[in-house]
């Protein structure tokens, strides 16, 4: 049976975490947010303390079998309780960034990139999204044609995240290299470097949320590659990438977590503070329940994740009676739903409670509300995570 309540190992990995949140980032958040700073010397500091590598092995100076992925969660979520756009920002480098090459990417190409990325010394990104697909991925418009020994990569990719910092060393995409035996868009992934003539990194998107966060499209014209910078089998990209997203799921659960245990922890310390009709509002039903039901959430949404994230590393282990492949993937996007919609509700909840207040941007539930939807929206919608959820269960739903 897999068990999913975290380690002694797990508890002070939290807190040394939260330690170096509140310390480094949670004093700047308010300017950062405001100035729309991406903080690479945080980032760094991130690297430092071995964030990025949690899921790496030791030769690519990853912690090897002292991390693992219930750890990566952790992390997440306790960067995402002081600010959403640092969460994202190591749980896109690692899950989109640094997982495909590690998964999937030759000796060559790991040796080559991951001992930077792992140190957070760089950064790598993941080109899926188009302006004509987003949930049906499949529709990929992107091209590559192999071309006197390069890929010469043509098309546009859209929201793609740590693409465009200062950082960013190469961006994953996926391609149509061709058409498969069964009439259908052959998609591969193509991994181009920054600086590569003809890659264009558009200017930064003007975003409600996620503000310190980079985020921009990319445009691709004549880019030619390497032709050895195809990363996995040519024509299992969009498996491949399928695959990245179930990990992701959780990972963007996690983040979820931490945005209400903020909303929580905010609430509380509000409800104590503020008085009225001659006492703290936390007396009052209709703020006290309300704060109740948040605990509820954060409860169940810790759960459903960290359960997940124990399948993830028990699949990874290959233990005895670990759960497959399917199983994982109902988990994850069962995590990520509860997760990111319960979220939603919490920053609403929060908001409401503090009033006025709370849509003032020198309150943190004001950017708290702000950094909520897309939790709904990145690496799957809510409606397709109700699609995985009734397949898992047998319903042929389209």
Known sequence: MIMFELSSEHEAFRTSVRDFAEKEIGPHVARWDKDHHFPVDVVQKMGQLGLFGLTAPEEYGGAGTDGDFTSLCVAIEELGRVDQSIGI???????LG?????????????????PGLVAGQKLAGFGLTEPGAGSDAGATRTKAELIGGEWVVNGSKQFITNSGSEITSVVTVTARTGTAADGRAEISAIMVPTGTPGFVVEPAYEKLGWHISDTHPLTFTDCGVPEANLLGERGRGYAQFLSTLDDGRVAIAALAVGLIQACLDECLRYAAERETMGGPIGRKQGVAFQIADLEVALQAARLLTYKAAAMKDAMLAAVARAPSIKEFKRAA???????????????????????GYGFMEEYPVARFYRDAKILEIGEGTSEVQRMLIARGLGLPVE
Do not use: H
């Open 98 to 114: 640094i997982n495909p090459i590690l998964t999937y990417g030759t000796a060559e190409q790991k040796a080559q990139w991951l």
């Open 89 to 95: 920002t190591l749980e896109a480098a690692v899950g």
């Open 333 to 355: 996007a069962v995590a990520k739903l509860y997760a990111s919609e319960s979220a939603v509700t919490a920053t609403r909840v929060a908001t409401q409670i503090f009033g």
